[in-house]
């Protein structure tokens, strides 16, 4: 468990360094005011607002009021913040060039590793048979590919 202020400065590195490495190139400058938050900071923001803690948009921006404000000086309004995301528009071309991926390793784990019969009794054992499960396809995926099979061949890889 990591307090927060590990926590925020973890997930703006990772976000930080993947936003530098995806993007080809600086964003064209727009006329009008800079935005208050950097590409870096408004994504931090999006995937911290994902995390299982808060339980609605509105949670999560009543804890960003009172706990961010240190972090995130210039945080905007909830509206601001939507417009920015939407301006931005980054995650959703991300995902939408990865949604059929993601739903196909959800699909093997779910069809190959059983994932929806965990039979887990305590959050800490599903959270361990899960971890278990993901690492058995990841370790699958790159048998597959060290082998040179496809790497949704999964099934008679263990024979």
Known sequence: MMDLDSFLVSLY???????QQSRSSSPPHKPGRPPLLSESEALTLAVLAQWPRF???RDFWRFARSHLRGYFPALPSQSQFNRR??????????????????????????????L???????????LSRLTAKIA????????????????????????
């Open 136 to 159: 058995a396809y990841t370790c699958g995926q790159r048998l597959n590919e060290l082998l040179g099979r496809p790497l949704h061949h999964l099934a008679d890889l263990l024979v």
């Open 116 to 126: 929806e019969r965990h039979r887990a009794k305590t959050l800490e054992d599903l």
């Open 55 to 57: 339980r609605s948009e």
């Open 85 to 114: 995301m939407r301006a931005l528009e980054v995650e959703r071309r991300w995902a939408s060039g990865k949604r059929q991926i993601i739903e196909g390793v959800i699909c093997q784990l779910k069809d190959q590793f059983f």
């Open 13 to 19: 590195v990772l976000v930080d360094d993947w936003w």
